[in-house]
């Protein structure tokens, strides 16, 4: 039995005209102004008046992350079926292996992990030291594993971070082995400095976080792995850009020809660091690393996506309960686990304020958030694309009213949302995953156990 979706707006990357989908045996099988029914047990979706596009990849998740003594509290069915709730059909998570820890066993810990997953999935590898053998670990995981992306922090000093010269190492073993090397820029140092600092000065809550990491503390560091990269010859994926001095960087090195991409996140689009203010503790919630910054790096954000800068929106979703997980750090703001929750309202968040704020149209939205980042980890066009034999993971979204977003109504295994209150533009109304109806009318379908590990292809 195939499933044909009629008279919906597609839209990818690239086009949008009113027409038809049909999927057969987990793949799009066909797509054009107007397409027929192969058989008469085939399933029709009517998409009259939504927009249609392909799902989500969310190129930045972290589901059950053994982190700051504690552990992110969405595991890999929550968070998955969270993703699809919202939209996201493919979630890409960091397997990240202690100090000293193999990064083949580190992998192996995460592919056990991810089996429960309802959605697709791809990992990232995070490299967080550097020793004799990680450079053929780093290969194997390339040539055998189909994980070809490496992840490594400037931050988190002492814990997962490493120093320059690792760094240096790592990103010539990368190159090497043909995966990218992605970057969490913080200053480390200086970063742990500042925190000890305001820490006995007795500067404890919540609002001290930000001011223990300013905005030109990640940019150095930014301009750093740039530089680190420029000299090794290594492609560079920065994460979760928060601020102006790191999308200068960016664009400085872009427009010197390197190799270099960058991703934001909603929370860093949408908030600014008023949010640490919040009385009674609730300024935890929106404890992350980079921080939220002060008004005015919105702006340029929204300025680096419109510009082509920035190339990818994620959301690095980690999120932790206020209950039990946020309060371990009620005496000390270093202590509160780094992390939100946001996987499920990234497509709704872009689409209100992106698309229907007018600040980019429809087929920059979709190359956001599915299509360049399907590209530049490897998926494409398997994933972010509607080309025939691509998987049929397809977005119906109804443009017309408008909801809340809140805690209580999310799929998110969370007690708190960062966005409560924001008010978004249509909903997700259908979602599609491998060709079955995996969420509709607000409920969703799916199995534990589902989703599957997507390889990606040695280059
Ligand atoms: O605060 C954050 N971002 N937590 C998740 C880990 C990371 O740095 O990406
Ligand atoms: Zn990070
Ligand atoms: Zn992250």
Known sequence: ????????????????????????????????????????????????????????????????????????????????????????????????????????????????????????????????????????????????????????????????????????????????????????????????NLQKRLICEGKTEPYYHPISRPSFVEGEATSRAIMIARVTGQRLYVVHMTCREALEAVTEAKLRGQAVYGETCPQYLLLDD?????????????????????????????????????????????????????????????????GAAGVEHRLALLYSYGVRAGKFDLNRFVDLVSTRPAKVFGLYPRKGSFVPGADADIVVYDPSGESKISASTHHQRCDRNIYEGFVVKGRVATVILGGRVAFSNGSLKVDRGAGRFIKRPVK
């Not at 992840?151 to 010269?165: E, L, Q």
């Not at 690393?289 to 082509?308: M, N, Y």
């Open 274 to 338: 008023e949010v640490y203010k919040k009385p009674n503790f609730e300024g935890a919630a929106y404890v992350m690393s980079p921080p939220i910054r002060p008004k005015g790096h919105q702006d340029a954000l929204w300025g680096g996506i419109q510009s082509g800068i920035v190339d990818t929106v994620g959301t690095d979703h980690c999120p932790f309960n206020q209950k039990g997980q946020k309060e371990m750090g009620r005496d000390d703001f270093t202590k509160i686990p780094n």
């Open 1 to 192: 039995m195939g499933l044909l979706i009629k008279n919906g707006e597609i839209v990818t990357a690239a086009e949008r005209f009113i027409g038809d989908i049909y999927c057969e045996d987990g793949k799009i099988a066909g797509i054009g102004l107007s397409v027929n029914k192969q058989s008469t047990k085939d399933e029709v979706v009517d998409a009259s008046g939504a927009l249609v596009f392909p799902g989500g990849v969310d190129p930045h998740v972290h589901m059950e992350l053994p982190f700051m003594g504690t552990e992110s509290s969405d595991d890999f069915e929550t968070g998955s079926a969270a993703a699809v709730a919202g939209g996201t059909t493919t979630i890409i998570d960091l397997a990240i292996p202690g100090r000293g820890q193999s990064l083949l066993e580190g992998l192996k810990v995460w592919m056990d992990k991810a089996k429960k997953a309802v959605s697709d999935y791809a990992l990232h590898m995070a490299v967080t030291w550097f020793g004799e053998k990680s450079g053929l670990e780093i290969e194997t995981c390339v040539r055998e594993e189909g994980v070809n992306s490496f992840k490594s922090f400037m931050a988190y000093k002492g814990a997962i971070g490493v120093d320059d010269d690792e760094l240096f190492k790592i990103m010539v073993a990368t190159r090497i082995a043909g995966g990218l090397t992605m970057i969490h820029a913080e200053h480390g140092d200086v970063v742990a």
